[in-house]
């Protein structure tokens, strides 16, 4: 596997951290599927770009001049990266829950939306207000294919959506996003991925997977916060009303006396009213050339050791229970549950923070039917549970400071050790 020193380095991989003993330790972030850090190439992209800072397609002057070049070339950026076709739009967005909302508002009327109750909330909740067909969160992959065929065919006739999830926030599991796009297809359905979780460490490929749109967000990709898009076929997008109305996204506006007549942009900027985000989508595409750049094997060699490492040492600690919806040799990107037998999530997450620098994610990861349905299967009486997550920022050390901590914890230190009696945790 590629040792990190042939990686690009990412922001704050020097940072130093105070632990309640004083003792300063550099910070393990075992938090990359919340947001990743942001690589060092991006870092230098946005350095370069802000002396030029102007709003773009706005003037005539040479910085306004060069903030919108770099914007619209972001768009091919994009568009290569998810492996659409050349034709495909690209609406930049603040992240993956602005781009499905996006494409929610723009469903033609009549549609029918078939998503799985595993979904982030991102994706299992924008379509409220729809004709929305569930599907209950299947316990195998085949399960996942047989249930949306069955669902498809009961749905009424008119244009159809189906959502799908590219890698799981909950348990890290890839989903067989070319297998149920052709179960879509055959019931005529349009295919909407969203790639939040799988675009940071798997390549997307939209047009041989055949779906029509990808979301995705760029702080998970390791650029900073605040761009994402959404990429894909035009024709929903042109006929929808504007995503946001203002500057930007009209072609022209004119005085009819009793009320203004409006005529709306084409797309991409009849949804991106407002000025743009262009630091933040050269800082993503920064992040998309930077990724391609390493190379897939790269990402995924050295995340696959990192993952195994974790999962196999998790397994070695007593009580601790790993979430997965399907088989453990089920192709997953570096995101890892647990649970721990008699120890609040909370409590853990603060004392791996506070007493080792480590920070790992504690709750219900915006999926609570998912993270709800995964406790009950592993017979925990709870709600929450702790999250693990890797990528281009870790290494082997804080790894294994991590397992070190969570072993030294539940095994030894009884001030962790709390029951959930009465739906309360108790000591
Ligand atoms: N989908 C998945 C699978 C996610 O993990 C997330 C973020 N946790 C989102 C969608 C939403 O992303 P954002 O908060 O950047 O909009």
Request: with cysteine.
């Amino acid at each position: 596997a590629p040792s990190p020193a042939t990686l690009p380095g990412v922001v704050g991989d020097q940072l130093r951290v105070p632990l309640v003993t004083g003792e300063q330790v550099s910070y393990a972030n075992l938090d990359h599927a919340a947001s990743a850090p942001c690589l060092e190439p991006v870092r230098r992209a946005v350095d370069e770009l802000l002396p030029w800072y102007a709003s773009v397609h706005r003037g005539a002057g040479l910085a306004s001049q060069v903030c919108t070049r770099v914007y619209e070339r972001a768009r091919d950026v994009l568009r290569r990266f998810v492996g659409a076709r050349p034709d495909a739009a690209v609406v930049f967005t603040r992240n993956t829950t602005d781009a499905l909302n996006l494409l929610a508002r723009a469903l033609p009327k009549g549609t029918t939306v078939v998503r799985f109750d595993s979904d982030h909330h991102a994706a299992l909740l924008p379509w409220r207000g729809r004709q929305v067909r569930r599907v209950g969160v299947p316990a195998s992959p085949e399960e996942a294919i047989a249930a949306l065929d069955r669902t498809l065919a009961a749905c009424p006739v008119g244009p159809r959506l189906v959502v799908l999830t590219g890698a799981s926030n909950v348990t890290g599991e890839v989903w067989p996003i070319a297998e149920l796009s052709a179960v879509a297809r055959r019931h005529g359905a349009r295919v909407v991925l969203d790639a939040a979780q799988l675009a940071p460490h798997r390549p997307v490929r939209a047009t041989e997977w055949d779906v029509d749109w990808v979301a995705l967000s760029g702080h998970k990709l390791y650029a900073p916060f605040g761009a994402g898009a959404l990429v894909g076929v035009a024709d929903w997008l042109r006929a929808a009303e504007p995503y946001l109305i203002g500057g930007g996204a009209t072609r022209q506006v004119v005085d009819l006396g009793e009320r203004l007549g409006v005529s709306w942009a084409a797309v991409p900027e009849r949804h991106e009213a407002g000025s743009p985000n262009v630091i933040g989508v050269h800082a993503l595409a920064a992040a998309c050339d930077a990724l391609c750049e390493l190379g897939w094997d790269t990402i995924t060699a050295h995340e696959q050791v990192l993952v195994e490492t974790l999962r196999a040492g998790l397994g070695r600690i007593p009580g601790v229970r790993q979430l997965a919806l399907w088989a453990p040799d089920h192709p997953r990107v570096g995101v890892v549950s647990f649970a721990v037998d008699g120890v609040d999530p909370g409590l853990l997450a603060t004392a791996l923070s506070a007493e080792h620098g480590v920070g790992v994610r504690d709750g219900a990861f915006c999926a609570h039917l998912t993270t709800r349905s995964l406790l009950t299967g592993a017979g925990v009486d709870g709600e929450r549970a702790l999250r693990a997550s890797i990528g281009l920022g870790t290494n082997p050390e804080h790894v294994e400071r991590f397992l070190g901590a969570l072993a030294r914890l539940v095994e030894h230190d009884p001030r962790w050790c709390y029951r959930l009696v009465d739906g309360r945790w108790t000591p």
